[in-house]
């Protein structure tokens, strides 16, 4: 079974410019779950789908939004980008439903703002 | 108030032997999971192991076992025989409520750990 893909791995931008990345999770899961990693913060977690819904929302500004698909994979936007929107962007990526209980994680997108 | 306290900023072990790292959390949700993750300088986040707060035997996957202590609200991932490529970030991590309500995870900030040969 094929493991969770983000792309793209690295991604260098400016400030004021917008940027997507993607994430595709694990055959049959459908839940995506989408974290910043900052050494100042550490993982924070920014938003969950579910069946292409939006099923919970962490602390971030409105700049911050995302989707999902019906084949689950999932995109996250971010506009009007910031020096300090430089950060690890994982996805996860799981059942979403009992019984299931384990979380995968991709190999991140680094994002770099100039 | 933080949910998720990892103590230890670093640890240090020497290869195989067993080394423990600490994890206290907080919630007042009577059901919880409770995850293990180690993440190498790749950036990537591998799961090592899970635990319920319903589960009565302690969770344990090969090398790792988790020490569940519900009424202390500990718990700690035991590596047995460390070895070199156990070096790493460990993150523990909860996720409030019941199963299927939503996967959002709260992470610590993690323990840094050194295997030496």
């Known amino acids: 079974k094929a493991g969770v893909t983000q792309t793209p791995r690295y991604l260098i931008k400016t400030r004021g410019q917008q940027v997507t990345l993607s994430c595709s999770p694990i055959?049959?899961?459908?839940?995506v779950s989408w974290y910043q990693q900052t050494p100042g913060q550490g993982l924070q977690f920014l938003f969950e789908?579910?069946?292409?819904?939006?099923?919970n929302k962490g602390n971030f500004p409105g700049r911050f939004s995302g989707r999902q698909f019906s084949n689950s994979r999932s995109e996250m936007n971010v506009s009007t980008l910031e020096l300090g929107d430089s950060a690890l962007y994982l996805c996860?990526?799981?059942?979403?439903?009992?019984?299931?209980?384990?979380?995968?994680f991709g190999p991140g997108t680094r994002l770099t703002v100039l | 108030a933080q949910k998720i306290t990892q103590t230890q900023p670093g640890m240090f072990v020497q290869e195989k032997e067993a080394v423990t790292l600490d994890c206290t959390y907080d919630t007042s949700d009577p059901s919880y999971g409770l995850f293990w993750y180690k993440q190498p300088s790749s950036g990537e986040m591998i799961f090592l192991i899970y635990?319920?707060?319903?589960?009565?035997q302690n969770a344990t996957e090969g090398r790792y076992s988790l020490n569940f202590q519900k009424a202390r609200k500990s718990a700690n991932l035991v590596i047995s025989a460390s070895q070199l490529g156990d070096s790493a970030m460990y993150f523990c991590?909860?996720?409030?409520?019941?199963?299927?309500?939503?996967?959002?995870?709260?992470f610590g900030k993690g323990t840094k750990l050194t295997v030496n040969p």
């Open positions: 991590a909860m996720r409030e409520g019941r199963q299927g309500g939503s996967e959002k995870l709260v």
């Open positions: 996860a990526s799981s059942p979403g439903q009992p019984p299931y209980n384990e979380q995968f």
């Open positions: 055959s049959g899961h459908r839940s």
């Open positions: 635990q319920g707060s319903y589960d009565q």
């Open positions: 789908y579910f069946s292409e819904t939006q099923r």
